[in-house]
């Protein structure tokens, strides 16, 4: 079933042919940690509207997070009839769209995943930047200097 509502959002959040405005307050990937918490513990409320659940219940013992890399919503449309899982979702479950963050980066999605907070709060936009504390080109996701040829340095 198809999330309407997410689907008029996002549309409506285009400001040009090519550009989408992040929607950090209600459908962006962002609010998925806060609201597979929300799910686990029923502690504070989704930080994802609850219509992306639509008839489904709220409260779980486990979830399963799939997180596909560079799959938009243009690649769902062409591959929703085709794939099982995909079908499956479809007929079973919600599907809602969302925006990505800016600037839609692995970098800064994979950190948000992994901390809860958005590209603005955590900083991490890109794989390799100047950080000023250290005077130095870092790569955040393997906690090194950009120089080096190994983690966690």
């Given at each position: 079933m198809f999330?309407?509502?997410?689907l008029e959002a996002v549309n409506a959040?285009?400001?040009s042919q090519q550009f989408v405005k992040p929607l950090y307050d209600n459908y962006c990937f962002s609010n998925i940690p806060q609201t597979i918490r929300y799910?686990?513990?029923?502690?504070?409320?989704?930080a994802l509207p609850l219509d992306v659940f639509g008839n489904l219940p709220t409260k779980y013992d486990r979830v399963i997070l799939f997180f596909v890399d560079a799959?938009?919503?243009?690649?769902?449309?062409r591959y929703a009839e085709k794939y099982e899982?995909?079908?499956t979702m479809l007929k079973h479950g919600v599907i809602s769209k969302m925006t990505s963050q800016f600037p839609s980066t692995t970098a800064a999605h994979t950190t948000s995943?992994?901390?809860?907070l958005n590209v603005g709060q955590s900083g991490i936009y890109e794989w390799q930047y100047y950080e000023p504390i250290v005077d130095d080109i870092i790569l955040p996701l393997f906690?090194?200097?950009?120089?080096?040829k190994k983690r966690d340095t």
């Open positions: 999330n309407t509502t997410s959040s285009k400001f799910l686990l513990t029923g502690a504070g409320q989704s799959f938009g919503w243009r690649f769902f449309e899982f995909l079908k995943i992994h901390t809860g906690f090194s200097y950009a120089r080096d």
